[in-house]
């Protein structure tokens, strides 16, 4: 029987599940045909049922487990699929899977035939490492199938469901957060359940008035923020719940209102109100200390990031004379961090808010050698908007969004004439796409370093040198 016969939408099969695919399914192939199974790990053996069929591969669900994998552990979260998703492999069966992920984007995506990742650092702290949480409050709650009938569905203070908007799971522990963060959320769900005035907002009828609870830690000070986001200003509806956290945390060093009046389903506020505290918490990085607002950019894994960054500072090897420039440098912390031992840094950022954070942990560290342009750098080499007094860099750090350089960019970068180049990315497979066109122009890949900052989940993120 063909291929097209037995592997269509609604077919049964049973497959062993032979790695992980990037994205975090599991990978497995009938007739070598590739298929990817949803919350499948390597080593096991399944029942799937196809829920979609393409050209060249298709999707599944699990519906039973023939057999475990040997590298399977025993998961502390009921509900780890929704984020963590690969919790049930074992950390280092998690670290392989990554290291061979990177590979092979390299290998295949790349061209790189003779690629082979160096160093890999894992994570000390598999738990309780996120230094950010947002959770959603909604009126219609996800309701999983081990739940008994009847339960209320009209409140949820959780995650979204993936690919539903709408939906939003109930959450009560989260692993990956500090564990006073599970308390805030017990306390939180307990107010509104008994205050009917904080009705959560529906993103589908645009009524209700709660609609995130943002919580940012900063691990190495204590620092804690409480954002909570809102449809509307009305502080004295919201006092109910925020009297009573700050009665029961006293904890909490920053309190804030973020009001979001428009249909867009994000945690960004169009203006905030300081309800106690600093309208920041502090978070220190090495010798510097940086100063985090409820909107602002921030390395979601604090002892991780500072990993990443000795990282960057190893593979440039600086002596102290070179020029830097710190492409989509955010809030500018790689380039402050590197300043201590660089002549100057140039820091290019589209976001000014970004900016006005990065400028004002430069002035927070008495650092004065880093200085910081607001540039879209989809066109701002190439169309000759960079200043003649800024001098040409001897180092170019790179930290592109996941989907990578602008062609004009990545085709740009060698005609700067730097002599390395470091790209930090959290994404293989653009990285290894722009990783060509550097080599075709001159560079070759000197290192490659891997850093785990987001165990259990299927998130990577490299470090990459290159040099002429």
């Known amino acids: 029987m063909s291929d097209k016969i037995t592997i269509k939408r609604g077919a049964e099969l049973e497959l ?20 990817f199974v949803k919350y499948a790990i390597p080593g096991q053996r399944v029942l799937v049922k196809i829920y979609k069929k393409r050209k ?39 670290i392989k899977e990554k290291s061979a992920q990177v590979e092979d984007a390299f ?15 894992k994570a000390e702290n598999i738990y309780n490492y996120r230094n950010k949480m947002e959770f959603t409050f909604s009126p219609n709650r996800w309701v999983l199938e081990s739940e008994p009938e009847g339960v209320d569905r009209s ?12 939906k939003i799971l109930d959450i009560h522990n989260c692993h990956i957060q500090p564990e006073i963060g599970n308390r805030i959320l017990s306390v939180a769900r307990d107010l509104c359940l008994e205050h009917p005035e904080l009705r959560p907002y529906d993103p589908r009828s ?66 905030e109100t300081l309800l106690y505290g600093d309208p920041f918490i502090q978070e220190k990085i090495g010798d510097l200390t940086f100063e985090i607002s409820a909107n602002s950019f921030f390395q979601t894994n604090t002892l991780q990031g500072e990993i990443l960054y000795k990282e960057v500072e190893k593979a440039i ?29 140039y820091g290019f950022e589209v976001i000014r808010s970004a900016l006005d954070d990065a400028e004002k942990n430069a002035d927070r560290n008495d650092i004065s050698n880093v200085h910081f342009l607001k540039a879209n750098l989809d066109t701002f080499f190439k169309s000759g908007q960079l200043p003649n007094r800024i001098p040409r860099p001897d180092v170019i750090i790179v930290d592109p969004p996941r989907a990578g350089m602008h062609q ?24 290894a796409r722009d990783a060509r066109i550097l080599c075709e122009n001159g560079y070759k890949i000197k290192d490659a370093t891997m850093v785990d900052m987001f165990p259990h989940t299927p998130h990577i993120e490299m470090v990459m040198l290159f040099s002429k």
């Open 16 to 35: 062993d599940i032979e790695s992980l695919a990037y994205g975090g399914m599991g990978l497995a192939r009938k007739d070598n045909f590739v298929i």
């Open 56 to 94: 060249g591969f298709a999707e599944a669900q699990v519906l039973k487990l023939i057999e475990e994998s040997p590298n399977a552990v025993e998961v502390c979260c009921k509900h780890y699929w929704i984020c963590s998703k690969i919790q049930s492999l074992s950390y280092d069966e998690q």
């Open 107 to 121: 290998n295949r995506l790349g061209g790189f035939t003779d690629f082979k990742l160096g160093s890999v650092m």
């Open 155 to 166: 409140f949820a203070l959780g995650l979204h469901i993936p690919g539903r908007f709408d």
């Open 206 to 271: 645009h009524i209700g008035f709660l609609r995130f609870l943002m919580l940012r830690y900063g691990v190495n000070t204590g620092d804690l923020m409480v954002n909570i986001v809102t449809s509307y200003h009305d502080i004295d509806k919201l006092s109910p719940l925020t009297d009573t956290l700050l009665e029961k945390f006293p904890e909490i060093t920053s309190l804030v209102n973020n009001v979001n009046t428009r249909k867009a389903d994000v945690a960004f506020g169009e203006y």
């Open 317 to 345: 090897s600086l002596k102290g004379d070179e020029v830097i420039y710190d492409l989509y440098c955010g809030t500018g912390t790689i380039g402050l961090y590197l300043s201590k031992n660089a002549k100057e840094v």
């Open 408 to 431: 004009d960019m990545v085709s740009y970068l060698p005609k700067l004439k730097a002599k390395k180049i470091v790209y930090v990315s959290c994404n293989p497979t653009t990285q």
